[in-house]
């Protein structure tokens, strides 16, 4: 019998989506086109077994329409098992929209974004995420009530970043509980990839809990300007990951840890805000177990943001926003623990807690 095998390529022009690792049983992929705004955008709707698809939209530049189409697929399929974990009646979505934030951005393009959402019926609800901002969601609100992280002024819960920055911070000092038996982080020595809004606050909770840091960022007058405010290092060297620090926090896009840098990595702790740090989930998860770098699952310690937009459907105030973002230090202590008693991959460890959670939940369906 001749058994056909398709090599990657192949398989990408084969079966560009049903065909990825990333596609994952995703539920349902939109795509938005609109002639008169400019719109191209993509809306992945992962798992909507726990409840509404939720996450948020990215503007970004996409080299390819390929290189969208992986991205929206790999963070709706993010956003499921962040919802999952930190125990939220959420499924997971995310939405792409190509283009240059700074140029191609109008409230008419936002607006007919969200035509496009309001179509999906509230399967999916929106809110903000890289090169957004909480003035486009309130256009947004103006064509629908499916988005969140709207302005304070207008009913809702602001700008996700400072709770998200509160969540990874919970996760670090968690991080630094199981690796070296206390959470203080006084003198540990901390680089933080990226200072956007998330980046820039998470820089303000680590100096003030004593941690020496370190900053990088593309951005050079950012890097100045976060630099004088808080006390921290600029990081001039090339090569940010064969530094020499304690603490890894990747706040900026995903899979900085990969076959190239994987091997540089000389710190004790990976603990971020950026989706989708592990190019590869299994072999790089792997690696980091065999180096001993404990690594804290991206999905749940920066899952503030969304604990903080949930807050608009489930009305709650900012102190049980805190609560709920506070205890993603005890549920990360859970999964380390856990991956060192099952001697499994921290990764592994999230996923099959958040995969249970929704199996439980579909079993009662039926039932």
Known sequence: MQVDVLNANELKKSAPVFGQVSFDEHEQIVFCNDKDTGLKAIIGIHNTVLGPALGGTRMWNYTSEWEAVNDVLRLSRGMTFKSAITGLNLGGGKAVI??????????????????????????????????????????????????????????????????????????????????????DLEGKKVLVQGIGHVGETLVEYLTGD?????????????LEEVSKKYGAHVYTAR????????????????????????????????????????????????????????????????????????????????QEIMRKTENIYNTTLRILEKASKDDITTHFAALQIARQRIEDRKNQNLN
Request: proline share 3%.
């Open 98 to 183: 190509i283009g240059d934030a700074k140029k191609d951005k109008t409230p008419a393009l936002m607006k007919r974004f969200g035509e496009f959402v309001h179509s999906l019926g509230g399967k999916y609800i929106t809110a903000e995420d890289v090169g957004m901002e909480t003035s486009d969601m309130d256009i947004v609100r103006e064509v629908t009530p499916y988005v969140t992280g709207i302005s304070e002024s207008k009913g809702g819960a602001g700008n996700p970043s400072p709770i998200t920055a509160y969540g990874v911070f919970m996760g670090i000092k968690a991080s630094a509980k199981f690796k070296y038996g206390t959470d």
């Open 239 to 318: 090569d940010i990951y064969s530094a020499d620090v304690d603490i890894y926090a990747p706040c900026a896009l995903g899979a900085t840890i990969n076959d190239d840098t994987i091997h540089r990595l000389k710190v004790d702790i990976i603990a971020g805000a950026a989706n989708n740090q592990l190019s590869d989930e299994v072999s790089h998860g792997e690696i980091l177990q065999k180096k001993g770098i404990v690594y804290a699952p991206d999905f749940l310690i920066n899952a503030g943001g969304i604990i903080n937009v949930y807050a608009e459907l489930e009305n709650y105030d900012r």
């Open 210 to 222: 004593g941690a020496e840091v370190f900053i990088s960022d593309i951005n050079e007058e950012r």
